[in-house]
């Protein structure tokens, strides 16, 4: 019969020190979120293991242990073949023994205890098992008060996570304590060690959470490829100071780069990580990144600094703020602030085209209200110019302070009434032209409110939205001559503004391909009624045309900014057909088309901006379908019967095959601006190695945008990449060559120029 032992000896700590050693070894999660097709963002994939062998230790794995449950409040079992105690000072287990305390187990082919001493002596065959670990040894003895062991010969397998190593000797110095020599770990099959870290001995601290160990090395294949006399580790979530990996690569603009991060762990709510840069063709760079976290606030600061780029012969940097304030309930207070130390600088330092294509930097700051019906702000705006061939004529006016009020609440029955405001001040500094003559913008004050009534009623297949509005604005204008004198003026615009949107919506049940769908049919008229008033006296801050497109035939106003009201005697017709699935109402189908109609001639206009006598618009049509997972078809096109030209046109379509296979094939047209062609995918050749490629070309300019190819090597824990990079770097049309690597070590990190973001953003659908 069973038998109670007063405790089991305590390994999980020895068990675990083998591979604490490390940081911030995870689960791997077998089913990541999928990646639907025309995903722009897709999840990063967990490490995938699924090409390693099952590991020589689970041979001696006991399935069926508790998974849940106290372990301390357990009772302690334990059996063998033959039971031997020729007093009660000591017991001896001979022929499978074994001790279990809930999922906790031991077992060896001997095991003796002394009750006297507490001390214990398991002998053949040691292996132990817990929820999150494998363990065998040659041979273990100890104390179980004072709780103390020592392991000959450790093999060791995770359950929880991936990895596996070995240890000469592990000591249990005390509950908290443990140090052991010889001491090897990785996330490769055993007979296969593609990557290996090593230390001479380590020593473990679970009361501080740190970990110290000495001759440390971490080893791909049978190369030393760092080597570190001393090195500090966390053994939990509690954070430590330190190296990261470290990032490299190479582009023909600025030579070899080298970024060696140092993680500082401040305190509990905030920490900063430091990024000494070495880029060969232009200098030293330090970098530094602050995080901060309040039980009102989340932020983070960081920047870059050199002293002297040798290639720009000048000093280069950048800096920005991400702030969020929770005030209280209804207050909040975000800022955004950028800047850079000129306007190349992502020209020479930026990794992508989006970067480099970046005209105008915004910063922003604002203290924002909202409450049931409200909602309010207050703050400023700015932009900084990042683009060489931009004059300094053309940076946006600051906006100094904006304040914004919008309201909008139910008066009678279905009857709402609201407001929309606001307040800027208008601020730019004076330049110089390339005759060296001083100009001076007109600068200024302008308040917009605009009142309304709607009354919005709906049905289950119908709505109908009335509103009517009076629009006023006014301003405070200070504009400075050449000779000095200052000209002030107050004009202002009152305009009423009314609008009827309606629609109907149809639907009955298809199938389609053996599925069951909803289709609808959603016709839409919209009448926007807005008289003409002359605006050529009133200044343009921030106000530009809108692109038009679908959702803006719905609009009030086809300028952006409150110097300019269209005038309007418009009607929209369009119509909507949607695929919804009748089981999970995903939509697999929508197609529109739409036009305005205008009964009277478009007067209000931008200054140099012809005015226009169309009857109508463009025709509108947007087209997406994805009635399988795999292909996602998208058109849209805008077509002109003014000039029976096309003014706008765009088409991609992506295929998933083979997995994490994609392939992207995209057009896009816009008359007098551009016309491109872009081609993106990831084609796996096997389980083990995928290639790599973009082509984005103009066909306008005759010119490749961005050339990319590569080849990715998957394997049980190492996964590297090559890319070779061809791009524009500038607006002039000088181009940049980069070769990227990187070496991921599933499961730890990995090293070299970090590839995965920037795959994502230019390979639509890349995991």
């Not at 068990?15 to 979120?33: E, I």
């Not at 906006?399 to 208008?426: H, I, N, Q, Y």
């Not at 106003?557 to 089981?583: C, H, I, K, P, W």
């Not at 529109?592 to 006598?613: E, F, M």
Request: net charge negative; glycine share 8%.
């Amino acid at each position: 019969m069973p038998r109670q032992l007063s405790r089991i000896p305590r390994l999980s700590l020895l068990a675990q020190a083998t591979v604490l050693c490390l940081y911030g070894v995870g689960a791997y999660a077998a089913n990541p979120a999928a990646c639907l097709p025309g995903s722009s963002q897709c999840p990063r994939k967990s490490d995938d293991f699924s090409l390693c062998k099952p590991s020589a230790l689970l041979g001696i794995y006991v399935p069926g242990l508790p998974k849940e449950g106290v372990r301390e409040e357990a009772e302690t079992d334990f059996s063998a073949e033959r039971f031997q105690s020729a007093d009660t000072s000591k017991y001896v287990l001979d022929g499978k023994a074994r001790i279990q305390r809930l999922d906790q187990l031991i077992q060896s082919d001997r095991l003796t205890y002394w009750t006297e001493t507490t001390a214990w002596l398991a002998e053949g065959n040691v292996r132990y098992q817990d929820r999150g670990m494998l363990l065998s040894a040659d041979k273990g003895e100890g104390k179980t008060t004072p709780n103390t062991a020592v392991l000959d010969g450790v093999r060791f397998q995770m359950l929880n996570a991936r990895g596996n190593g070995k240890a000469g000797r592990a000591e249990l110095i005390d509950e908290d304590h443990a140090r052991m020599n010889a001491v090897s770990f990785s996330t490769c099959d055993p007979d296969q060690l593609s990557w290996e870290i090593r230390a001479g001995d380590l020593a473990l601290d679970q009361a501080e959470g740190v970990g110290r160990g000495h001759d440390v090395t971490l080893r791909v294949g049978d190369v030393p490829i760092l080597w570190l006399p001393y090195a500090r580790f966390p053994l939990d979530d509690r954070r430590q100071s330190g190296f990261l990996y470290p990032s490299f690569g190479f582009n023909g603009n600025s030579g070899l780069d080298l970024t060696l991060p140092y993680y500082l762990n401040l305190a509990e709510n905030y920490d900063a990580t430091l990024y000494p840069r070495l880029v060969t063709q232009r200098g030293f760079m330090a970098g530094g990144e602050f995080r901060y976290l309040t039980d009102s606030s989340r932020g983070q600061i960081d920047g870059a600094w050199m002293p002297h780029d040798r290639r720009a012969d000048r000093e280069r940097g950048q800096w920005h703020w991400d702030n969020f304030s929770a005030l209280s309930a209804n207050w909040n207070f975000i800022a955004n602030v950028n800047g850079v130390s000129d306007k190349r600088y992502f020209e020479d330092f930026g990794d992508s085209l989006s970067s480099i294509a970046t005209s105008l930097l915004p910063s922003s700051a604002y203290l924002n209200g909202r409450g049931r019906g409200w909602s309010a702000s207050f703050g400023a705006d700015q932009y900084q110019i990042t683009d060489p061939t931009f004059p300094d004529q053309f940076e946006p006016y600051r906006r100094l302070p904006r304040a914004t009020f919008e309201a909008d609440v139910g008066l009678a029955g279905s009857l709402r009434g609201g407001v929309k405001s606001e307040f800027v001040a208008f601020d730019k500094d004076c330049w110089r032209d390339a005759a060296g003559q001083r100009n001076c913008p007109t600068e200024g004050q302008r308040l917009d409110l605009y009142p309304y009534l709607s009354l919005p009623l709906e049905g289950a297949a119908w709505f109908l939205r009335p509103e009517i509005g009076v629009r006023h604005t006014r301003y405070d204008v200070e504009t400075r001559l050449a000779n000095g004198r200052e000209i002030n003026a107050s004009p202002s615009r009152t305009v009423p503004i009314g609008s009827l949107d309606m629609g109907l919506i149809f639907e009955r049940d298809a199938a389609l391909f053996g599925k069951s769908y909803t289709h609808t049919l959603e016709p839409r008229l919209y009448y926007l009624r807005v008289p003409y008033r002359d605006q050529d006296d009133l200044p343009v801050f921030d106000t530009q045309p809108l692109t038009f497109d679908f959702p803006q035939m719905f609009s009030t106003n086809r300028f952006t900014g409150a110097d300019r009201q269209m005038d309007a005697n418009n009607l929209t017709f369009a119509v909507t057909s949607r695929l919804l699935e009748s089981e999970t109402g995903a939509e697999r189908l929508s197609a529109s088309l739409g036009r305005i109609r205008y009964y009277d001639d478009q007067r209000v206009h931008l200054p140099g901006t012809p005015p226009t006598s169309y009857a109508g618009s463009a025709y509108v049509a947007e087209f997406d379908i994805h009635l399988s997972d795999r292909w996602r078809l998208k058109l849209a096109d805008q077509w002109n019967p003014n000039t029976d030209q096309t003014d706008l046109s765009a088409v991609s379509l992506q295929h998933r095959f083979l997995g994490d296979g994609v392939l992207n094939l995209s057009y896009r047209y816009r008359r007098d601006f551009l016309e491109q062609t872009d081609i993106s995918a990831l084609i796996p050749l096997n389980d083990r190695w995928r290639l790599i490629g973009r082509w984005n070309y103009s066909l306008r300019d005759d010119k490749s945008l961005e050339s990319l190819i590569g080849v990715e090597r998957d394997s049980c824990c190492v996964i590297w990449r090559v890319l070779a990079r061809h791009y524009l770097r500038n607006a002039f049309g000088k181009a940049n060559d980069a070769l990227y690597f990187e070496m991921e070590l599933k499961g730890i990190g990995s090293i070299g120029q970090k590839t995965g973001d920037f795959l994502r953003r230019g390979i639509l659908g890349y995991q």
